[in-house]
T-cell receptor, first 116, second 116 residues
């Protein structure tokens, strides 16, 4: 089974609107971390937001919030007030701890296009 | 946030030659570094996990004799693509974690390798 699933290969959103990018994960660990990264066309991976498995509140970072539903194993990214500069690939990732080493898994990504 | 540099950013080499890519954590000590490969419009594929002072752990299907990884210090890991072939052309990204906090990965800017 895939560890991280992003079911939306591409998304369009109107500038200034909010958009939700979906992410579901699969793990049997009790302690894990969930991350979202943005990758613009230049290629660098930009960290956006982190959610720990024991965090009871949804993480927020400026216009980014993570809708964490532990029972459903989902960690959707919500971008409020979209801007043209938000157009990029977005990757959901999960960290597990395996034999005292950290292991990271990435989803297939969602390409977001913000329309003016 | 923490800074990871990668050098070179772009390299073109001839088939049969070897190429070395450096990954440095500039303002923290990286207990673990990761090397990823990314094909166009695809997700990151983990190649290997590099722990300082020990041998790298390669993912299934990644040839350890072809992709030599050295993590000689807490701030430097190198990936050497030996006897490069055109099919090795790709975007290679390194990342580092400090082993504390959320174990967030800090990514380098990536290296675009083209083998002619």
């Amino acid at each position: 089974a895939q560890k991280i699933t992003q079911t939306q290969p591409g998304m369009f959103v109107q500038e200034k609107e909010a958009v939700t990018l979906d992410c579901t994960y699969d793990t049997s660990d009790q302690s894990y971390g969930l991350f979202w990264y943005k990758q613009p066309s230049s290629g660098e991976m930009i960290f956006l937001i982190y959610q720990g498995s024991y965090d009871e509140q949804n993480a927020t970072e400026g216009r980014y919030s993570l809708n964490f539903q532990k029972a459903r194993k989902s960690a959707n990214l919500v971008i409020s007030a979209s801007q043209l500069g938000d157009s990029a690939m977005y990757f959901c990732a999960m960290r597990e701890r395996l034999y005292n080493f950290n292991k990271f898994y990435f989803g297939s990504g969602t390409k977001l296009n913000v329309k003016p | 946030g923490a800074v990871v540099s990668q050098h070179p950013s772009r390299v073109i080499c001839k088939s049969g030659t070897s190429v070395k890519i450096e990954c440095r954590s500039l303002d923290f000590q990286a207990t673990t570094m990761f090397w990823y490969r990314q094909f166009p419009k695809k997700s990151l594929m983990l190649m290997a996990t590099s722990n300082e002072g020990s041998k790298a752990t390669y993912e299934q299907g990644v040839e350890k004799d072809k992709f030599l990884i050295n993590h000689a210090s807490l701030t430097l890991s190198t990936l050497t693509v030996t006897s490069a072939h055109p099919e090795d052309s790709s975007f290679y990204i390194c990342s580092a974690i400090s082993g504390t906090g959320n174990y967030e990965q800090y990514f380098g800017p990536g290296t675009r390798l083209t083998v002619t």
